[in-house]
């Protein structure tokens, strides 16, 4: 009885896959984005026949509408068309594998391919051709999938934001900025150094002298560096660290009544923000690099006191209780 149970399950499985590839002219997928709960039903229950090998005649129904079922990799190739696509529909734009998210890095890399090998390019040789169904299937999943990037195109629109911001703030962007627009526009500043320089292999083949008289022309001075570009402290990555130790300051100054941290503290929590704070004092009073402009607007505003807190009777200073 349970194995004649199963076998209608089975079929009835069966029969609603085929139903639903036919009106969709996709298989079922469990993605959370455009997948309701009986779609994402159906792609379990895909992946349970794929496990236990329906008999031929259920095979033959699905082989018939999802030629390739059976195989997961070619189960996971047309997820991630759909996932392309939605991307486009979700942005306005195609992945990129310039993202700082390692999923979306990787679905660029799998755009590429497919733009590869769908134009036959010679790296690409060692990829299989795509099917008439593949190529169907993307060209509606993803309208214009396969259009090459026109990369002059693309470097002219950059250099314009680039000569647009630069134009209006009558300066150079700074990678060390609390704006994400002006650290974006920094670090295409910093990928067209490093390419001229031939540092980049990635932008280096593309960077020609006549890129170089462009950016002359449309940015004078963009070779020049900015506050933080010599010594590396303008990266993103650093930023968002600073700030984020920026703010676990400014928190424990509200908690505390506009006590400062003290770094003499036996609490570690404590000692570490009460040394980034004597840190940003030092920095300021040395005039060294640390201290860009953009962080010493930052701590105007959130920290209140900042720059005298540890003279001796400045309101917020640190008392250190001797044993």
């Keep these: 009885m349970d194995a ?11 029969t609603q896959i085929v139903q639903f590839a036919r009106v969709h002219a996709r298989p079922p997928s469990k993605s959370l984005a455009i997948a309701d709960a009986r779609e994402r039903e159906l792609a379990q229950a895909l992946a349970q026949l794929r496990i236990r090998r329906p008999d031929p005649v259920l095979a033959r129904r699905l082989d018939e509408v999802m030629p390739g079922w059976s195989d997961p990799q070619s189960a996971g190739w047309f997820e991630r068309a759909e996932q392309v696509g939605l991307t486009w529909l979700a942005t306005g734009r195609w992945p990129s594998q310039a993202s700082y998210d390692r999923g979306e890095c990787l679905l660029a890399c799998w755009h590429t391919q497919q733009r590869g090998i769908h134009h036959q390019r010679p790296w690409a040789e060692r990829f299989r051709p795509h099917t008439a169904r ?7 999943s993803a309208p214009g999938w396969s259009a090459m990037v026109d990369h002059e195109a693309t470097f002219r629109r950059s250099v314009a934001e680039v000569a647009d911001w630069t134009g209006r703030n009558k300066q150079l962007p700074d990678g060390s900025s609390p704006d994400v627009t002006e650290r974006k526009l920094a670090r295409r500043l910093s990928r067209w150094k490093s390419a001229e320089k031939g540092r980049n292999s990635r932008h280096a083949n593309r960077f020609t002298p006549e890129r170089g008289a462009y950016l002359d022309r449309l ?4 070779r020049g560096t900015s ?6 402290r303008g990266s993103f990555l650093q930023q968002a660290k600073w700030l984020a130790t920026a703010e676990d300051a400014a ?5 505390n009544g506009g006590l400062f941290p003290n770094r003499r503290s036996f609490d570690r929590a404590q000692r570490r923000l009460g040394w980034w704070c004597y840190e940003q ?4 009073d040395h005039a060294t690099d640390r201290m860009t402009p953009h962080r010493e607007q930052w701590l105007d505003a959130h920290l209140a006191g900042w720059r005298d807190y540890m003279r001796r009777g400045a309101p917020g200073r640190p008392q250190t209780t001797h044993l």
């Design 4 to 14: 004649h149970r199963e076998g209608m399950d089975t079929a009835t499985a069966t």
């Design 134 to 140: 593949k190529t169907t299937f993307l060209d509606a």
């Design 219 to 222: 940015i004078p001075g963009w």
């Design 227 to 232: 506050p933080t570009t010599s010594t590396n």
């Design 251 to 255: 928190r424990f100054i509200r908690l």
């Design 281 to 284: 004092r030092q920095a300021l």
